[in-house]
């Protein structure tokens, strides 16, 4: 495509909103994506740890 100007570059032929608003919420997602896995591995190995600690104590127990 051929743009004659900046305003009509953003505009895409009309479909500006649909074009930006797809790349925004790619790019929300792949930032957010890596986040929420780190997170989730942080609290998955926290709860394991936690297990851990608590059948150790059960097995200390007379």
């Not at 890596?34 to 150790?56: F, G, I, K, M, S």
């Amino acid at each position: 495509m051929h743009w004659n100007s900046f305003s009509d570059f953003i505009a895409m032929g009309g479909y500006g909103l649909y074009v930006w608003g797809s790349f925004g919420v790619t790019a929300l997602v792949m930032i957010l994506e890596p986040w929420l896995v780190r997170r989730r591995h942080r609290l998955t190995q926290q709860r394991l740890a936690r297990q851990l600690r608590a059948e150790a104590k059960l097995e200390q127990t007379p």
